[in-house]
């Protein structure tokens, strides 16, 4: 026998709605009579099954054997089996842990957060024990991680600063750009060489000195012509990528060359810039303040997961069997 320490999996979310969302797709959809069964873990004194893993790992399996062919798809498919047994160690030490704190859900919260899920689309049935006590499972491990992580994490106003000061772009605004331009666009399919002669005439007035306002009244077919081709403030990252490229260089009052975008024949002329600003700490405290706080959880969960298998006694059957337990498409690909 042998005692292993897994990795552990992506912590249990704090967010109720989002867990019960997930719920149901851990329920068997497949008859557990046709599985020759076997054990492939101990957990302390509790076994899990094989029927346990595939239920666990059917899903993925589905997924990847959609995406994926050739010869990586038997590591691929193993990979995931491991994980499957991974994650239902971690939920197995979880759920002994609340029943050694003698954490407990009435059958009204589970009746309650079926019919909450009911209302949420979830094809759970609150007649069917299989569905109740998957709830109810689920319910015992948020509140026994809540015991566990979420009532110990303090965050202190120290910390929030220096995670501001140490993740500043995380808060900056775009830089904003005020733009005009003069937009010509091609009357056909074969119209396009007509339209850049015209653009560059356009140009041509404006290297002689014409009013940008005045040439795009002349040439622009743009909504805005009339107005001078003001576009007004847009931020960086909204223009299209050819635009993005012709107006970062310019500083206000400069012209763009010629420009073929998806919209027509451009020029655009950049009448004013704010650079990038950044959002003072008051403005950004909440954000950073839920940012800090899930990370300490992440890292606090993490902590616990690996104190829990620390702890236990775990023994690895899964080797023993893997050939046997291989789903069919599997053993032919190997």
Known sequence: MKRVSLPSDRPVRFMLPLLLLGIWTWLPEFSEAHLQDRIVAIVNSELIMLSDMKREFE????????????????????????????????????????KAKKIEVSDLEVKQALEQMKRQGSPL??????????????LLLVRVVDLHIRGNITVGDSELKRFYQEHRDRFALPEEYQLSQIIIQPRSSDGLADALTK???????????????????????????????RLGWVRQ????????????????????DIIES?????????????????????????????????????????????????????????????????????????
């Open 59 to 98: 899903t993925e399996h589905g997924r990847l054997s959609r995406e994926h062919r050739g010869i990586d798809l038997p590591q691929r498919l193993k990979t995931a089996e491991y994980m499957a047994l991974t994650k239902l160690i971690e939920r197995r030490l979880q759920l002994q842990e609340a």
């Open 125 to 138: 049935d609150i007649t069917n024990t299989s569905h109740v006590e998957t709830v109810r499972e689920q």
């Open 199 to 229: 653009a560059r005439r356009a140009m041509d007035d404006l290297k002689r000195g014409e009013k940008f306002e005045d040439v795009a009244m002349q040439y622009s077919d743009g909504a805005n012509a009339l107005q001078g081709g």
């Open 237 to 256: 990252g909204e223009l299209i990528r050819a635009i993005e490229q012709a107006v970062a260089p310019l500083v206000p009052g400069g012209i763009s």
């Open 262 to 334: 998806p919209e027509g024949i451009q020029i655009i002329r950049m009448d004013d810039r704010k650079p990038k600003q950044f959002r003072r700490y008051e403005d950004a405290r909440r954000e950073i303040q839920e940012l800090v706080y899930r990370q300490k959880s992440d890292d606090m969960y993490e902590s616990w997961l690996i104190e829990l298998k620390n702890k236990a006694y775990i023994e690895i059957k899964f080797d023993q069997a893997a050939e046997k337990a291989q789903p069919q498409s599997v053993r032919s690909a190997q």
